[in-house]
């Protein structure tokens, strides 16, 4: 049995007063959460989890709900690098689900497996900004998020 190790990355951080998360409670303190993803690897493979949010949903350095932001590829590139790892490094991508903070960039090859679960994805049949979001995924550059439908192999869990 192959042991495999589990690494947190770091993708950007949002600011989020707490009032937001809280109904309105202690709305003068700010918390700093961050954008993850993890590295899974077993010497043999490497796999992603979630490849966090696109620099493009970051607009004048605010995400959700207007709060300070930061991120993008450029995060995800620097943490595959702090192991020694490029995109090319990468055999298959796993998206916990298609929010933007953590299936906006896609930064990998198109040589990838790719997964979503099945739920995230009829998610997506039915929610008019997400099923567009999907549908206007197409082959791009590395870095951006246009390749998830026809870059790679994308398996419904």
Request: aromatic share 8%; proline share 5%; hydrophobic share 35%.
């Amino acid at each position: 049995m192959k042991k495999w190790k589990i690494k947190a990355l770091l993708y950007g951080t949002i600011e989020i007063p707490k009032g937001l998360m809280e109904g309105g409670l202690d709305p003068d303190i700010i918390l700093k959460f961050p954008y993850t993803g993890y590295l899974l690897q077993n010497g043999e493979e490497n796999v992603l989890v979630d490849t966090g949010i696109h620099a493009d949903h970051i607009v004048d350095g605010k995400a959700w709900r207007a709060c300070p932001a930061e991120g993008g590829a450029d995060y995800v590139l620097k943490s595959l690098e702090e192991y020694g790892l490029s995109p090319a490094d990468i055999d298959t991508v796993i998206y916990t689900h298609l929010h933007n903070d953590h299936a906006g960039t896609h930064c990998c090859s198109p040589m990838q497996e790719q997964f979503i679960r099945r739920t995230s994805m009829k998610t997506c049949s039915t929610r008019f900004r997400s099923r567009r979001r999907v549908e206007t995924m197409t082959p791009a550059l590395p870095g951006t998020s246009r390749g998830l439908k026809t870059n790679a192999s994308l398996t419904v869990m």
